[in-house]
RNA sequence: GGGCGUUUGGCGCAGCGGGAGCGCAACUGCCUUACAAGCAGUAGGUCGUAGGUUCAAAUCCUACAACGCCCACCA
C-alpha cells in the first residue's frame, strides 16, 4: 500500500495483526542497549485469568513509558512473567477437578500439581498473547514464571538465608485460618465483613460464692468457642469486680475449673465487663492466656468441626455447635439473655469463607531488621510514588508491619525447603534436596506446606534478572526505573519487594512507584465477574482497536484515585464505550490526516523543512512545545496531561488549521509545494513520533509509508524528537500573527452562522488592524480569503467601515464583513447591544478591583499591569461598539 | 475508631490563589474531493454546604454533608 492508496477508514484489525508481526521478527521488543537505564517489570499477573481493565491500564502505562525511552535510546527492557499465584490457582484447579468428579487428595499431591502445570500453560498462554494483542513492547522471548527452575532456586536461597540469618522462625500461633482451603493465609489475605450477629450473655457459676454471687455472666459473639475457655478477664480499672479476680468459675459443660483475672485487653464498659478467655481461637484471647499462663484448648480440627472429647458436641461443625451450646444453656436456665449486636467477621478473600482464628504451627519473618531500611529509602526519596500521597500508606503499614506468617497449607506453590530427621530430631533448611540425616543417616522428611504467593513474588525485580547465579545480568539493570501498579498491593507486594531487594541487593528495587486509579463501572461500582460488569479489555481492542483503548485508557491517568469507565454493558457483554469510541474518532483522524499528507506528495523530493510563511514557523513552534511538554509529562508519569496535548496539538492545530492553510501552498509554484509538502510530511512525522508510544500501531503504520522512514526499521525504533533539537523554532511572534489569522476567519465564520449565509456566498471583509498587524495578515492574504471565503480582502491601519457591515473586535482589531443587502440589522443591533452588556459587566468589575487600594497595595505588580491592560482593552472595544451601534440605523 | 480520595455545565473529567475549561451528548448550518467516525457555529455552570484566611478563593484553612476506598478494632 502506498500513501496514495490509503483507505478511507483504518482497519485496526488488518493494521494490527501486521504491525505486530512486523515488530515481533524485527526483534526490537529485546533489550535496546544504550546510555541510562530504563528496566521494567511487569506486575505479574495471576496465571488464574484474563486479563482485566486494570491490567490493561497497567500495561499501557507501562508500554508508553517503555517506548518513550526506548526512543530516547536508552537500555531499555520490559520483563515478562507471570505468577503462579498459589492460593488462586489451586482453588481454580480444585473446582476444576471437581466438576469432573475428581478429588485432589484422592489423585494425591503429584499428580495434582501436573494438572496445576496444564493450567499455568493454558491461562499464561492467554494473558500472553493478550499483552501481545494490547501492543506491549515485552521481552515477549524471555518469559519468567514465579515457579520456574531459576526462579525456583532464588526463593530457596532467600528462605534459607532468612532461615540461617535468624530472620526466618517457626511458631504456634493463631493465624487466619480457613477450614474450607485448609490453609492459613496472611492477615492481609483476610477481609472483613460487617454482619449481624448477636451478643449472647452466657451464666457462668462461681465455685465459691462471693460476696453473695453465685455466677458471673459473659458477653460473647461466639458461644461455641465456650468449650475451649480456660479462663475469664476483667478489667483491672474496674474496682467493681476487683474482688472476684482470683476467683475460680467451673466452665459449663466441661466442668473445667477456670481462674478470673485482670486484663488490660479488656474494655470494663462491653458488655458485662466479664469476658470469656479462648486462647486457642482468639487473637487477643491468645495474648492474655501467653500473659497469664494459661493452657491452650484446641476445640476444633483443620474444617472447623468440634473434635473429640466434647461428648454430643464433638463432630459438630462451628455452626451446628453453636446452635447446640445455646440450646444447652438456655435447657440448664443459664442464658441470660441475648442481644442483637453487628459487628465484623473474617473472610477467606478466595473462597469467601468465614475464617477460623486458629492455633497451628507456622512459618514466619521476622520484619524488625527488615522494615528500618524500608522506611528509610521511602522517607528520603529513593523510593518515590506518584502520586505522591500513597507514600503515607506505605509508611503508615510498614509502621505497624507484623512478623509475617509465611507457610500455606497448600500443594501448589514453592515447598518450604526445610528437611526434619525424626530419629535424631535434626532440621535444617536446605538448597538442595537431601535423602538422608548428615547427623543420623535415617531418611528426611521435607515439610510439608508451600511459602506464601508473595514470598516468591517479593523477588521479581531481581529474581527475574539472573539473581543469584548470574549477577552479570543485574548489572547496571537494576534497581529498575519504574514500577506500575495498583494500590491495593502497596503493602502485599511493594513493600516486601523493597525489604526483601534491599536485604538481598543493597539496591532498591526501583525508583519509582505509580499508582493508577482503580477502574470502576459506569455507575462508580467495582467491576467484578459476579455482577458481570467487568469490561474484557479485549472486547474493547475488537471493538475500536488497541491504539483507541490505550489513548483513552491513557486520558484517565490523573491524579483521581478512582475513575469510571463510561461502558455499556448487558450481561457481561458489552454493548459500547463512548469515550473509547471518541478515542478511536482521533485514530480515525491522524489516519485521514496522513491520508491528506500522502495524496498530495506528487512531485515530492526529499529535504530540509523551512519556513515560507507564518503558518509553517506557527506550527513548527508549536511541534517544539508539544515535544516539550510531551516529554516532560511521560517523564513525570502525567499520562492524562499528555494525551490531552497530543489530542490538542494533532486535531485542533495541526488538521483544523495547519493542513488547511497548507492548501494553498500546495497549489502555488512548484517550489511553495514543495516546501509545503517536505513541511507537511516533517510536522506529520514529528508528531507521529510523539504519538507512537501512547497509539503504536496506526503511527506505525502511518510512519512506515512516509518518505522520512526510508531506510529506517520501524517508528519503534526511531529517534524521539528531543526538546532541546526543536526549541529552536520557538516563535512567539509567529503564534500571535496566526492568531489573527483564526481570529479573522472565524469571525467572518461567525457572522455567517449567526445570518444564516452559506459557505458559498462570498463576503467583502475589511479589517481595521494596527501596521504591524496588517502587515501580518496581509501576508497570508490569500490564506484567509480561502478559508473565510471572502471576494475582497482590506488590511490596514485606515481602513473605513463599510456602511451596512457586521463587526466583531478582537484580537485589537476590527472586522468588519459588508452585508448590504443581505441581513436584517435589527439583529446585529440587538447582539451588539448583548455584548454590550457582557462587556460593561466584566468591565465594572475590573474597574472596581483596579480601584480597591488593597489590591493595588498588595497584588503583583505584574498582576495589576495586566489587569490594567485588560480594563483599558474593554473600555477600548465598548467604545468602538458603541461607535458601531450609533451608526446604524 | 484512624487515614485517604471525590464532589466543577446532561454525562465523563481537567484546572488547584489572579477574568470558569476539555471530550462526549444537545442545538443550528454545511455531504466544502483527508476525514459526516467530518467541518463551521451556538447554547449550557453563583465550581457540594456553611464559615474563615487573603487586595483577590473553584483553587488555601476549618467544620459539615454525600459517595467511595484503605487500615485498625469489635469478648
Known amino acids: ?316 461443625t462451628r455452626d451446628e455447635c453453636r446452635e447446640a451450646v445455646v440450646a444447652w444453656f438456655e435447657r440448664e436456665g443459664l442464658l441470660d439473655h441475648v442481644e442483637d449486636h453487628d459487628h465484623s467477621v473474617m473472610h477467606c478473600y478466595r473462597c469467601d469463607n468465614t475464617l477460623e482464628p486458629w492455633l497451628s504451627e507456622q512459618w514466619f519473618v521476622a520484619v524488625d531488621k527488615l522494615k528500618g531500611p524500608a522506611t528509610d529509602v521511602v522517607k528520603n526519596s529513593q523510593v518515590t510514588f506518584h502520586p505522591e500521597r500513597w507514600t503515607q500508606t506505605y509508611l503508615t503499614w510498614m509502621e505497624n508491619l507484623k512478623d509475617w506468617c509465611i507457610s500455606r497449607q497448600l500443594w501448589w506453590g514453592h515447598r518450604i525447603p526445610v528437611f526434619y530427621c525424626d530419629a535424631c530430631g535434626w532440621e535444617d533448611a536446605l538448597e538442595e534436596d537431601l535423602d538422608v540425616c548428615p547427623k543420623c543417616g535415617a531418611p528426611l522428611r521435607q515439610d510439608e506446606d508451600v511459602l506464601d504467593t508473595w514470598f516468591s513474588s517479593q523477588l521479581w525485580t531481581f529474581a527475574t534478572q539472573g539473581w543469584p547465579n548470574n549477577l552479570q545480568e543485574m548489572e547496571g539493570h537494576h534497581p529498575t526505573k519504574a514500577l506500575v501498579t495498583a494500590r491495593d498491593i502497596i503493602a502485599l507486594w511493594v513493600a516486601r519487594m523493597v525489604m526483601s531487594s534491599l536485604y538481598f541487593t543493597d539496591q532498591i528495587p526501583f525508583e519509582d512507584v505509580v499508582i493508577y486509579a482503580t477502574i470502576l463501572a459506569k455507575d462508580g461500582s467495582r467491576m467484578s465477574k459476579s455482577k458481570g460488569n467487568g469490561v474484557d479489555p479485549m472486547d474493547l481492542i475488537n471493538m475500536y482497536g488497541a491504539d483507541a483503548m490505550r489513548f483513552n485508557l491513557l486520558t484517565l491517568v490523573t491524579n483521581n484515585q478512582d475513575v469510571r469507565f463510561d461502558a455499556d454493558i448487558k450481561d457481561g457483554k458489552l454493548l459500547g464505550s463512548p469515550r473509547t469510541e471518541a478515542a478511536r474518532g482521533f485514530v480515525t483522524k491522524i489516519w485521514n490526516a496522513a491520508r491528506f499528507v500522502g495524496m498530495n506528495l506528487e512531485g515530492y523530493e526529499p529535504g530540509e523543512p523551512s519556513v515560507q510563511t507564518p503558518a509553517d514557523a506557527w506550527i513548527f513552534s508549536r511541534l517544539a512545545k508539544l515535544s516539550a511538554n510531551v516529554t516532560k509529562g511521560i517523564e513525570e508519569y502525567r499520562f492524562g496531561d499528555v494525551a490531552r496535548d497530543l489530542h490538542q496539538f494533532f486535531w485542533s492545530e495541526f488538521c483544523d488549521w495547519y493542513i488547511e492553510l497548507s492548501k494553498a501552498a500546495l497549489k502555488g509554484s512548484a517550489e511553495e509545494r514543495l516546501a509545503a509538502q517536505r513541511n507537511l510530511v516533517f510536522v506529520l512525522d514529528v508528531a507521529l513520533r510523539l504519538l507512537h508510544p501512547a497509539m503504536p500501531f496506526v503511527t506505525e503504520a502511518i510512519w512506515e509509508q512516509l518518505p522520512t522512514s526510508a531506510g529506517q526499521p520501524a517508528l519503534m525504533m526511531a529517534a524521539w524528537p528531543e526538546p532541546e533539537n526543536l526549541a529552536s523554532w520557538i516563535n512567539e511572534e509567529a503564534e500571535k500573527s496566526i492568531g489573527l489569522t483564526v481570529a479573522t476567519v472565524s469571525a467572518v465564520r461567525a457572522v455567517r452562522a449567526r445570518y444564516g449565509l452559506s459557505p458559498k456566498t462570498e463576503i467583502a471583509c475589511a479589517v481595521k488592524a494596527s501596521q504591524a498587524d496588517a502587515e501580518a495578515l496581509l501576508s497570508q492574504a490569500d490564506l484567509v480569503r480561502n478559508l473565510a471565503n471572502l471576494s475582497v480582502l482590506e488590511v490596514g491601519p485606515e481602513v473605513a467601515r463599510p456602511a451596512e457591515s457586521a463587526v466583531t473586535v478582537e484580537e485589537g482589531c476590527e472586522i468588519y464583513c459588508d452585508l448590504a443587502g443581505m441581513v436584517d440589522f435589527a439583529a446585529e443591533r440587538a447582539r451588539l447591544e448583548k455584548d454590550r452588556a457582557e462587556l460593561q459587566k466584566d468591565i465594572d468589575k475590573l474597574a472596581k478591583k483596579l480601584s480597591n487600594p488593597g489590591f493595588l497595595a498588595k497584588a503583583a505588580q505584574e498582576i495589576i499591569d495586566k489587569d490594567t491592560a485588560k480594563h483599558a482593552d474593554l473600555c477600548d472595544q465598548l467604545a468602538r461598539i458603541d461607535a458601531q451601534l450609533a451608526e446604524l440605523v
Open 1 to 316: 500500500m502506498s500513501m496514495v492508496e490509503m483507505p478511507k477508514n483504518y482497519d485496526s484489525a488488518l493494521e494490527e495483526e501486521r504491525i505486530l508481526a512486523k515488530w515481533l521478527d524485527g526483534g526490537f521488543y529485546a533489550r535496546n542497549e544504550g546510555p541510562g537505564d530504563c528496566t521494567v517489570v511487569i506486575p505479574p499477573p495471576n496465571v488464574t485469568g484474563m486479563l482485566h481493565m486494570g491490567h490493561a491500564l497497567d500495561d499501557t502505562i507501562q508500554d508508553t513509558f517503555i517506548r518513550f525511552n526506548r526512543m530516547r535510546g536508552l537500555s531499555t527492557r520490559w520483563i515478562l512473567g507471570t505468577d503462579h499465584a498459589g492460593i488462586a490457582t489451586q482453588t481454580k484447579v480444585d473446582k476444576k477437578l471437581k466438576s469432573e468428579g475428581i478429588s485432589r487428595l484422592e489423585i494425591g499431591r503429584e499428580k495434582f500439581l501436573n494438572a496445576c502445570w496444564d493450567w499455568t500453560h493454558e491461562y499464561g498462554g492467554i494473558i500472553v498473547e493478550q499483552i501481545k494483542r494490547m501492543g506491549c513492547s515485552v521481552d515477549f522471548d524471555d518469559e519468567k514464571f514465579t515457579m520456574d527452575p531459576d526462579y525456583a532456586r532464588a526463593v530457596r536461597k532467600v528462605f534459607c538465608d532468612w532461615y540461617h540469618d535468624g530472620l526466618i522462625y517457626r511458631g504456634k500461633r493463631i493465624v487466619n485460618w480457613c477450614p474450607s482451603c485448609t490453609t492459613a493465609i496472611s492477615d492481609d489475605e483476610a477481609e472483613y465483613q460487617d454482619e449481624g450477629g448477636h451478643l449472647w450473655y452466657l451464666r457462668y457459676p462461681l465455685k465459691e460464692p462471693v460476696d453473695g454471687r453465685e455466677y458471673i455472666v459473659v458477653a460473647t459473639t461466639r458461644p461455641e468457642t465456650m468449650l475451649g475457655d480456660t479462663g475469664v478477664a476483667v478489667s483491672p480499672e474496674d474496682p467493681e469486680k476487683a474482688a472476684l479476680v482470683g476467683a475460680t468459675v467451673v466452665l459449663p459443660i466441661v466442668n473445667r475449673e477456670i481462674p478470673i483475672f485482670s486484663d488490660w485487653h479488656v474494655d470494663a464498659g462491653f458488655g458485662t465487663g466479664f469476658v470469656k478467655v479462648t486462647p486457642a481461637h482468639d487473637p487477643n484471647d491468645y495474648a492474655m492466656g501467653a500473659a497469664h499462663d494459661l493452657p491452650q484448648v484446641n476445640i476444633f480440627d483443620e474444617h472447623a468441626v468440634v473434635v473429640e472429647g466434647y461428648g454430643e458436641f464433638s463432630g459438630m
